[in-house]
T-cell receptor
Framework: ETGVTQSPTHLIKTRGQQVTLRCSSQ?????VSWYQQALGQGPQFIFQ???????GRGNFPPRFSGLQFPNYSSELNVNALELDDSALYLC???????????FGPGTRLTVT | TQLLEQSPQFLSIQEGENLTVYCNSS?????LQWYRQEPGEGPVLLVT?????EVKKLKRLTFQFGDARKDSSLHITAAQPGDTGLYLC????????????FGKGTKLSVIP
């Protein structure tokens, strides 16, 4: 069984640019959540998708948006990048019965 | 805003020593999860606790959920260098919403 995968591994962008991060959920997991982890901090919940619909959002501005596809994979889009957006972006898929979340390895985004 | 506080923030101990990490909130958790994270990687789920007063053991790790479901602890017996990492607790406050609030983590270093 394949775990949660994310791409790309690392990314360097310039302030003001846009970025798309991708996540493939674990087989059978129809809920995907995205988190932002700044250096030295715990992950912060961005939003969650369930069956292609947004199912909850944390305290992040609208320039953070997402999509979920019929195969339950997901994208995180960030527009008008700011220096503070530099972080590790984590995707997690939830076990359909227990709700336990399993994380991917993350995408390290650096904004210069 | 629901806050989840972990202590201590940093812990450096000798191999063979015991340690306890604490996780506290003013709000009741629907469930609580403990994760371990290595640098540059995603968090790995260690355990989920759901019932107040619950105790779970994972080899040398013992997890306890408070009776009121507002706090939890992780105790490691005879720590080994392989236990080194960032330990994160994460609470689900919302009746199975699967949207986790994380603490800032406890960075553990076990010195051989």
């Amino acid at each position: 069984e394949t775990g949660v995968t994310q791409s790309p591994t690392h990314l360097i962008k310039t302030r003001g640019q846009q970025v798309t991060l991708r996540c493939s959920s674990q087989s059978g997991h129809n809920t995907v959540s995205w988190y932002q982890q700044a250096l030295g901090q715990g992950p912060q919940f961005i939003f969650q998708y369930y069956r292609e619909e947004e199912n909850g959002r944390g305290n992040f501005p609208p320039r953070f948006s997402g999509l979920q596809f019929p195969n339950y994979s997901s994208e995180l889009n960030v527009n008008a990048l700011e220096l503070d957006d530099s972080a590790l972006y984590l995707c997690a898929s939830s076990h359909p019965t227990t709700g336990e979340q399993y994380f991917g390895p993350g995408t390290r985004l650096t904004v210069t | 805003t629901q806050l989840l506080e972990q202590s201590p923030q940093f812990l450096s101990i000798q191999e063979g020593e015991n340690l306890t990490v604490y996780c506290n909130s003013s709000s009741v958790f629907s469930s609580l999860q403990w994760y371990r994270q290595e640098p540059g990687e995603g968090p790995v789920l260690l355990v989920t606790v759901v019932t107040g007063g619950e105790v779970k053991k994972l080899k040398r790790l013992t997890f306890q959920f408070g009776d009121a479901r507002k706090d939890s602890s992780l105790h490691i017996t005879a720590a080994q260098p392989g236990d080194t990492g960032l330990y994160l607790c994460a609470g689900d406050y919302g009746a199975g919403s699967y949207q986790l609030t994380f603490g800032k983590g406890t960075k553990l270093s076990v010195i051989p």
